[in-house]
């Protein structure tokens, strides 16, 4: 196939376009290269040392003989070239990742919000309709998250709908719904808002859709990216980037104590960044036929309460863990039972936690060490006014000792 990966420069981006290119696919970035730009606002850069874009494709062409062309394009502002590009290149899918990704960083204030609701809404709702303009069929496959059910203690999610039945007047009357969509920040937000545009655009327009809701991704490498340094994905390990497990290990690593929040009962859906490169080639391997509606599947393969994952690190490393205070409006405590069976059924083999696995992070970590700026740890953003503190002792003075 000939598939245009956007955001191919990000976290889940870049593996996903190397994945692919090996598989034998014709792959196309395009991207704005707006999170090397949200580094340098942060002033706090990837524990891996990330190329130019320029030298990561030549590196990967050197080491496989396959090339990967690279066009830089704000889809979210350039509707006209989008769907130009569209047209010229006649792509038989989309893998769209071109959106601001971070919780935190969509909290930070009320420009953050508004860049994120722009940006993410805007990218979304140009692909729509730049190829109902173009009156093409482009299967797109949508990088959701878990985050769009919300993290309250309830029934098994489902992937995507519910059987319900509406009773009214004494008469029951059966429908199929989207499961209700619970955002726990501004990016949780827009991405419930995707799932609208995309039934929307499906019904009205017959555009084929999967829309993955992937749970928290940890890890940092494929196989693709370790066939050379220079190829190496990104490691985040900051408060508004860095992903749950993967700053545990990070901080373990470095000797900082595991910053746990709250009192770490989240329980929250994983997904090793192996398996979310098989994922993305499992939904374009299985297309929506014409007439079907969204594919809505829950790309995870595990579930976890986050003071667990911390007391497991812990036990490896002797690093202690430190609780802090929860910069997030959410409750103390969940529980979270997740469908996972179409991956499954389509022939997924889950790559689960495991102490191997977790070493491996953690001797990237280590690697990489000098680079880590243990004051970019902390959380910077707060959904509510309330200021950070520390439960048991403060971090600094933990760290001291």
Not at 167 to 180: A, C, M, W
Not at 317 to 341: F, G, H, K, M, Y
């Amino acid at each position: 196939m000939k598939i245009i990966v956007l955001g191919g420069d990000g976290f889940c981006g870049w593996p996903t376009a190397l994945h692919l290119s090996q598989a034998g696919h014709e792959i196309i970035i395009v991207d704005n290269l707006s999170r090397r730009n949200i580094d340098n606002e942060l002033e706090c850069s990837s524990l891996t040392p990330i190329q130019p874009m320029g030298t990561r494709l030549r590196v990967w062409q050197e080491v496989t003989g396959k090339s990967i062309r690279f066009i830089k394009l704000d889809i979210a502002k350039e509707y006209v070239e989008l769907r130009d590009l569209l047209a010229a290149e006649k792509p038989d899918a989309v893998v769209h990742f071109a959106e601001q990704r971070a919780a935190p960083y969509s909290m930070k204030s009320p420009r953050h919000k508004t860049y994120t609701v722009d940006n993410n809404l805007n990218a979304t709702h140009n692909l729509l309709c730049a190829i109902v303009e173009n009156d093409q069929d482009i299967h797109v496959v949508h990088l959701g998250t878990m985050g769009v059910y919300g993290y309250s203690t309830g029934p098994k999610i489902p992937e995507g709908y519910l059987q319900i039945k509406v009773v009214s007047d004494g008469k029951e009357y059966p429908h199929t719904i989207l499961h209700p969509a619970y955002p726990g920040s501004i990016y949780h937000m827009t991405k419930t808002q995707d799932a609208l545009f995309f039934q929307f655009y499906n019904k009205n327009d017959g555009v084929r859709v999967t829309d993955l809701h992937q749970g928290v991704v940890w890890g940092t490498n494929t196989a693709e990216t370790l066939l050379d340094e220079r190829l190496v994905n990104r490691f985040d390990y900051d408060g508004d980037y860095g992903t749950v497990l993967n700053r545990f290990l990070m901080q373990a690593a470095v000797g900082y104590p595991l910053t746990v929040y709250g009192t770490g009962g989240q329980t929250r859906a994983f997904i090793h960044i192996r398996d979310t490169v098989r994922c993305i080639e499992l939904a374009l391997e299985n297309p929506p036929a014409a007439g079907d509606p969204v594919h809505i599947f829950n790309q995870v393969t595990e579930t976890h309460r986050v003071r667990d994952l911390a007391n497991l690190v812990s036990g490896m490393t002797d690093v202690p863990v430190q609780n802090i205070s929860n910069p997030r409006n959410e409750a103390d405590e969940n529980d979270l039972v997740v469908e996972n069976e179409k991956f499954l059924s389509l022939g997924l083999n889950p790559t689960t936690l495991s102490e191997g696995l977790m070493e491996e992070v953690t001797e990237i970590a280590k690697k990489y060490a000098d680079r880590c700026d243990e004051s970019v740890i902390l959380p910077r953003s707060m959904w509510t006014q309330a200021k950070l503190s520390v439960v048991d002792e403060d971090v600094s003075e933990a760290d001291a000792g």
